[in-house]
């Protein structure tokens, strides 16, 4: 069983989920002969896309859990994987 903070739901949802339905959903919907960009791009794009970085007080953070909820990706990613999960 899994479960999701709704108040937090950006921030609790693992990466590695992320990007494991992610690529499921490449597989079973992009057909990648006759293109030029291949399944693995996409997926290292949006694991570099998925790193998030802040400076406060003077410092460099990394998020190391979850998606950030000003990315325009998130609502996408959070839509695919609740999909996957239900």
Do not use: C, H, W
């Amino acid at each position: 069983m899994i479960s999701f903070d709704f108040v937090s739901l950006f921030t609790s949802i693992p990466i590695g989920l992320v990007v494991s339905t992610i690529e499921e959903l490449l597989q079973e919907k992009y057909d990648e002969v006759d293109q030029q960009v291949k399944r693995k791009y996409f997926t290292e794009l949006l694991e570099f896309q998925l790193r998030t970085f802040f400076f406060f007080n003077d410092r460099f953070y990394e998020q190391k859990k979850g998606s950030s909820m000003v990315s325009p990706l998130s609502g996408l990613i959070v839509e695919a994987v609740l999909q996957k999960v239900e």
